[in-house]
């Protein structure tokens, strides 16, 4: 009896006491196989995320040792400590004696560049904004805000992507010491100039510190352009807006009348046309458009034979965006991938003076899409592009705009005779000089 109640308690007991079958066989060589890997993985990671800490950590603390120490001073430094420790245990004089050497060399550089720099930097450029080939002058001006005699050092202003140094002698306390130096503009684009920064080092070059003064600024350098008339942009003949097809009630050229419909304004009722055939007559109206000038500039490396193609292609662009904001009237100039300020004449040419080629960048015909997507008021398109582009491509672009739109295309080939063709419907001029443009444009309005 006792027994048999002991086994039904087993078999009807709570199964934690069990232990589960492990596999066995190949099942199971697999599955150790895979959880050991599993904890390889785990313990790798946790190793490298720990050896990343540990470097970025000792890394911040070797940076000012970094920004001290040049490459020659930290050779020096390893070969000194080197032979302090091989020349103590082997006992080699000779060992010892380059050991002290280096040792006082390394003295002697810590202490050409102690000091407390007391410098009030001022970094002032004539003008922020040039066009190429106009000269460029900045002024650096270095006062010693202390009352005690500094050391001599140098100044450093990266201009661009080089650099330029300015020794500066002993300065008194309150003395100053001036700098002029010239920017080069020979081509366009955004040059930074900056910051000032003091460097003091030793003269073997082991040790270098170094103090930032000022902020960088920046210098644009606009392309050419050509100044244009209101007749020259022929293409552009309105003042107040062109007329079109399309139907308004309201508007201000007359088109015919209409019976009246519910709703109507009933300030256009035409009455002397009511009372004559007595039903209600009402204005219909021609609607006009203001002017809108869309400019598409090709920044496709593939479209240009070469630089010289390029640049002519943005002052053509410069000098009509910044003739149609003189005038006053809507302009988007467009390039691929983006679009430049055209609401002021400072943000466009600053924009100009960022862009450059870039490879494999959308086409043409995708740059036309984009800008028929963009806006619906554009009542002129202009393609500026280089000798690379296709007949082809300029016709696939200029399907791509919208009906009722009028568009040309400029293909700017240096060292060309200007000239005019079509192709289908757009009117294609050839440009080799800037000066050509007016000429091109009372072309293009006359065809």
Request: net charge positive.
């Amino acid at each position: 009896m006792t027994t048999s109640g002991i086994s039904a308690g087993s078999a009807a007991g709570p199964a934690y006491g069990k232990r589960q079958d492990k596999p066995t066989g190949l099942a199971g060589v697999v599955a150790a196989g895979r959880a050991q890997a599993q904890r390889g993985r785990r313990g790798w990671v946790t190793f490298a995320a720990a050896a990343r800490t540990r470097a970025g950590a000792l890394g911040r603390a070797l940076a000012p040792v970094r920004r001290t120490f040049s490459t020659f001073g930290i050779a020096v430094t390893l070969v000194a400590a080197g032979a302090w420790i091989a020349g103590l245990t082997l006992g080699w004089l000779e060992l010892l004696v380059a050991a002290i050497v280096l040792t006082v060399t390394l003295l002697c550089a810590i202490v050409f560049v102690l000091g407390r720099f007391k410098y009030d930097v001022v970094l002032d450029l004539a003008q922020a904004r040039v066009t190429v080939g106009d000269r460029a002058v900045g002024r650096l001006d270095v006062r010693n805000s202390s009352s005690r005699p500094l050391l001599p050092s140098v100044m450093e202003l990266p201009v661009g992507t080089g650099t330029a140094a300015f020794p500066v002698p002993r300065l008194k306390g309150g003395g100053t010491h001036e700098e002029i130096f010239t920017i080069p503009t020979r081509r366009r684009s955004v040059i930074t100039v900056g910051p000032v920064k003091s460097v003091r080092a030793d003269p073997l070059g082991l040790l270098r510190r170094e103090m930032t003064w000022t902020n960088e600024q920046e210098v644009f350098v606009h392309p050419r352009v050509k100044n244009l008339t209101g007749s020259s942009t022929g293409f552009l003949k309105d003042l107040e807006g062109r007329v079109t097809n399309d139907i308004t009630n309201s508007d201000v050229n007359f088109h015919a009348l209409r019976d009246y419909v519910p709703g109507d304004d009933r300030r256009h009722i035409h009455w002397k046309s009511t009372a004559r055939t007595g039903q209600v007559m009402v204005r219909q109206f021609e609607e006009t458009r203001r002017s809108h000038l869309a400019v598409l500039l090709s920044t496709r490396a593939e479209d240009y034979a070469n630089e010289e193609e390029f640049e002519l292609a943005v002052s053509v662009c410069g000098s009509l965006g910044l003739q149609a904001i003189k005038e006053d009237r809507g302009v988007t100039v467009l390039v691929n991938e983006a679009t430049l300020h055209g609401d002021h004449r400072t943000r466009l040419m600053d924009d100009l003076s960022r862009i450059e080629m870039v490879s494999r960048k959308s086409k043409l015909v995708d740059l036309a899409r984009a800008a028929s997507m963009a806006a619906a008021d554009f009542s002129v398109i202009s393609f500026i592009v280089g000798s690379m582009v296709t007949p082809t491509e300029l016709r696939a672009a200029s399907a791509r705009v919208p009906v009722g739109v009028q568009v040309m295309a400029i293909q700017c080939v240096p060292g060309a005779s200007l000239g005019r063709h079509s192709i289908a419907e757009l009117g294609v001029l050839t440009l080799g000089r800037l000066g050509d443009l007016p000429l091109a444009l009372k072309k293009m309005s006359d065809g």
